[in-house]
């Protein structure tokens, strides 16, 4: 099992930052990729940004350029930094990790962008 703990997060005005944050523990020896998603209102939830195990990243198009996902080994947490937000990156934003044929859910936290 892999526990997955966010923090950061909440309400910022359009062209602002955040920062979110994803701590791993459990069995994350192998883990072999760790990502970002989010879920807008009566939107699926869509993927934001991945972070593989040996380090090459991919990023949605619509935020390429504004956010950047990183981690820190030695803290078993992962980063989302997101620069230049506009309303429509409001959503539930949720950390997920893959550990062979399995994934695990953080427990999703409200980002809410004001125009």
């Known amino acids: 099992q892999v526990q997955l703990v966010e923090s950061g997060g909440g309400l910022v005005q359009a062209g602002g930052s955040l920062r979110r944050s994803c701590l791993a523990s459990g069995s994350i020896f192998s883990i072999n990729v760790m990502g970002w998603y989010r879920q807008a209102p009566g939107k699926q939830r869509e993927l934001v940004a991945l972070?593989?195990?040996?380090?090459?990243?991919n990023y949605a198009d619509s935020v390429k350029g504004r956010f950047t996902i990183s981690r820190d080994n030695a803290k078993n947490t992962v980063f989302l930094q997101m620069n230049s937000l506009n309303p429509e990156d409001t959503a539930i934003y949720y950390c997920?990790?893959?550990?062979?044929?399995?994934?695990?859910w953080g427990q999703g936290t409200q980002v809410t962008v004001s125009s």
């Open positions: 972070i593989w195990s040996i380090g090459s990243t």
């Open positions: 997920h990790a893959a550990r062979g044929t399995l994934g695990y």
